[in-house]
């Protein structure tokens, strides 16, 4: 009798969207893992949230986006939850404020997984009951849900970083890493012709985007320029013991105000200990590296120490067409180290551009030409955030390999130093 040998059948659209809803659900609880409850629900600054908050957070999201708009008859865990978790949707209401997050010792931790569960429960009812003509839209709505999730997955890590550090025993979330010591690659410069470009994201193309990085549209560059790799933490503590905090000719004004306001003397997590520079990481305090890329430094930090080296931030047209020409690998989360690191690489294009750190750019968070924010509360989540704010390009350390592209626009306030945000140069032909 001849055998016969039957292929699994590859798993349906409604399957594949479990999947993954379970499995970005699930690597937000892995990363939260490794805290006690008390861990989670500190708030150490008004830019921080505590880890419970995100757990409970991207919950709500999924609730109010997908479950009460298309999950007929169903009842939500809390409806005080709404009030607590709503993030900055003013279209759904008022909300909890922002810096008085770490106030909410209740719900506890162990209600907020109830509540995932009981979210989780319905979402997936809901993907393997919705009818076929509703599906496509769901799987939209599902997407946009996925990468909100992974933004908080780094945030959590970001978040908790700044709260270990706030606590004079200076915890570790996880343990040393054993790394292989790596030489900085010797800086490398690359030139672009300029020209009239496109760049931005086809919302029409394959894969996600969010709606910041359309339309794409043509815009023109001078010829530039860029450097090979990150700025590192050696080549910016020359800054530093050159006297750049010193020297106000080489800050913006805003900056300036901010180092003596704030009394900046280095990046973000750096003390000296006996003379020696130190950093704190998520495995704890340890020696500065030099051959590391430098991290937790501010926008304003960034440009005082390209003017400082007489070249200049890119720009993120600039960024975009050097990164659209890489691969989208490197030091991001599923490595473990959860810390920039050297790269002895220098191959054929400007490395490291995915991973390490954010890289600032010199653009201003502000609408591509035609761009249009969404109808509704989905409508808030980037457009009415573009005044204030610059643009950061790559990923960092913290950053889920499945969640970066070329056309990615991060974005934060100049001042911010708690983002695992770095740099590389530019310059003008």
């Known amino acids: 009798m001849q055998d016969v040998i039957e292929l699994a059948a590859a798993p349906s659209v409604r399957e594949r969207l479990v999947r993954r809803f ?4 699930g690597r937000t609880v892995g990363l939260a893992a490794p805290l006690t409850p008390e861990d989670q629900i500190i708030q150490s600054m008004p830019d921080v949230s505590p880890t419970k908050w995100h757990l409970a957070h991207t919950t709500w999201f999924f609730e109010v986006f997908l479950l009460n708009r298309y999950a007929q008859g169903y009842t939500a865990f809390d409806e005080r939850f709404g009030y607590l978790f709503n993030s900055y949707y003013n279209n759904l209401g008022s909300r909890h404020p922002r810096p008085h997050r770490g106030m909410l010792s209740r719900p506890s931790w162990d209600e907020v997984q109830r509540y995932r569960d009981h979210v989780n429960a319905a979402c997936v009812r809901l993907i393997r009951q919705v009818p076929d003509d509703t599906l496509d839209e769901l799987s939209k709505i599902l997407t946009l849900g996925f990468n909100h999730e992974q933004q908080h997955q780094e945030l959590i890590l970001t978040d908790i970083k700044h709260v270990f550090w706030s606590n004079p025993l200076l915890p570790a979330y996880q343990s040393a890493q054993n790394q292989p010591a790596a ?4 800086q490398k410069w690359f030139e672009h012709a300029g020209g009239l470009v496109q760049i931005g994201c086809d919302p029409d193309g394959t894969g996600f985007c969010f709606d910041n990085e359309t339309p794409r549209h043509h815009t023109y560059v001078q010829p530039f320029r860029f450097a090979g790799r990150p700025v590192t ?8 013991e050159a006297g750049g905090y010193d020297k106000p000719k080489y800050w913006l004004s805003d900056g300036w105000n901010e180092v003596e306001s704030q009394q900046w003397r280095a990046p973000l997590y750096w003390q000296k200990q006996h003379g020696d520079w130190h950093v704190f990481t998520l495995a704890g305090l340890r020696p500065l590296v030099d051959s590391d890329p430098v991290c937790h430094v501010s926008f304003y930090e960034a440009a005082a120490y390209a003017a400082w080296a007489g070249k200049r931030l890119p720009t993120e047209a600039e960024w975009e067409l ?11 989360v599923e490595c473990g180290t959860l810390h920039p690191t050297a790269s002895p690489c220098a191959g054929m294009g400007p490395w490291q551009m995915f991973g ?6 010199a653009s201003p968070y502000s609408p591509y030409p035609g761009f249009k ?19 950061l390009r790559g990923g960092s350390c913290v950053t889920p390999s499945d969640h970066v592209r070329a056309t990615y626009r991060n974005f934060f306030p100049p001042s911010a130093r708690w983002q695992f945000s770095g740099f590389r140069l530019a310059e003008d032909i």
């Open 233 to 240: 933490c050696g080549e910016y503590r020359e800054f530093i």
């Open 22 to 25: 379970m499995r970005v659900r």
């Open 183 to 186: 030489t900085t690659a010797p």
């Open 356 to 361: 390490d750190v954010w890289e600032w750019t």
């Open 322 to 332: 050097f990164g659209r020409t890489q691969q989208v690998d490197g030091n991001l």
């Open 373 to 391: 924010a969404p109808p509704g509360a989905v409508g808030e989540y980037n457009g009415k955030f573009m005044c204030n704010q610059m643009v």
